[in-house]
């Protein structure tokens, strides 16, 4: 019976252990989920901003595309 206990809290050591590692890998990933998305919010506002200056620059001061 001793055993039993002692196998079953050997297993509930391992499991503790694997929850741990398995909840600091889930933060991690969020933490680069967001920075990701901080990233990705920046570059679409450039693009945008590049856009609307593109829009708005002078049709006759552009170079023809065949030049």
Known sequence: MDEHIT???IKLAF???LLETLNT???????????LQQQFRAL???????????????PQQ???PHY
């Open 7 to 9: 196998e079953l809290e």
């Open 15 to 17: 499991q503790e252990d």
């Open 25 to 35: 890998t889930v933060a991690r990933q969020q933490q680069q989920i967001d920075l």
């Open 44 to 58: 679409y506002q450039q693009v945008r901003s590049a856009a609307t200056t593109a829009a708005e620059a002078d």
């Open 62 to 64: 552009e170079i023809p």
